[in-house]
T-cell receptor, first 116, second 113 residues
Framework: KAGVTQTPRYLIKTRGQQVTLSCSPI?????VSWYQQTPGQGLQFLFE???????NKGNFPGRFSGRQFSNSRSEMNVSTLELGDSALYLC???????????????FGPGTRLTVT | DQQVKQNSPSLSVQEGRISILNCDYT??????FLWYKKYPAEGPTFLIS?????DKNEDGRFTVFLNKSAKHLSLHIVPSQPGDSAVYFC????????????FGQGTILTVHP
């Protein structure tokens, strides 16, 4: 069974631009969660999508948005990029809602975003 | 507000000895705890978990202990192997954080041959 895939793996953007990251979950998984990893901050939760609906949201500004398609693939968009948005963006998929016991999350390799 | 804290940024251990990674949390509503391991250029991989109704869970060389009164959990790796060298994250979920994992900052474990 293929794992979680994320594209692109690496991205360089300049301040003020916008970016779209893509995540394809494991086949059959309906939940996709997004996390931001920065040095010293660990992984911080962005949002979770389940059956095309945002079910949970972290403490990030409105510049960070996402969506999920009927095939469970998800995209994350960051508008008006800032230098501080440079990070590794990880997505994770699970069979059910991430908060439900037994539904472990499986992570993709991440997209390394550098904002210059 | 860091609800899950891993106060040791790094840990160095000799091969064959025990590695103990610690994690503290502040949210008493957390009811499920997990440990993830992360190698460079890869996403975190699930290692072991524990429900708040238990105080210990074991899986091979890995054991997680939970002390709810102290809001503390630890991961024991015995015996440690060089392949265990990675970043270890503890995570928690439950209560108002239902549906999301709250991660610690991670601890870099280095196991020397």
């Amino acid at each position: 069974k293929a794992g979680v895939t994320q594209t692109p793996r690496y991205l360089i953007k300049t301040r003020g631009q916008q970016v779209t990251l893509s995540c394809s979950p494991i086949s059959g998984h309906r939940s996709v969660s997004w996390y931001q990893q920065t040095p010293g901050q660990g992984l911080q939760f962005l949002f979770e999508y389940f059956s095309e609906t945002q079910r949970n949201k972290g403490n990030f500004p409105g510049r960070f948005s996402g969506r999920q398609f009927s095939n469970s693939r998800s995209e994350m968009n960051v508008s008006t990029l800032e230098l501080g948005d440079s990070a590794l963006y990880l997505c994770a998929s699970s069979l059910g809602l991430a908060g439900e016991a037994g539904y472990e999350q499986y992570f993709g390799p991440g997209t390394r975003l550098t904002v210059t | 507000d860091q609800q899950v804290k891993q106060n040791s940024p790094s840990l160095s251990v000799q091969e064959g000895r025990i590695s103990i990674l610690n994690c503290d949390y502040t949210n008493s509503m957390f009811d499920y705890f997990l440990w993830y391991k992360k190698y460079p250029a890869e996403g975190p991989t699930f290692l072991i978990s524990i429900s708040s109704i238990k105080d210990k869970n074991e899986d091979g060389r890995f054991t997680v202990f939970l002390n709810k009164s102290a809001k503390h959990l630890s991961l024991h790796i015995v015996p440690s192997q060089p392949g265990d060298s990675a970043v270890y994250f503890c995570a928690a979920k439950g209560g108002t954080s239902y549906g999301k994992l709250t991660f610690g900052q991670g601890t870099i474990l280095t196991v020397h041959p």
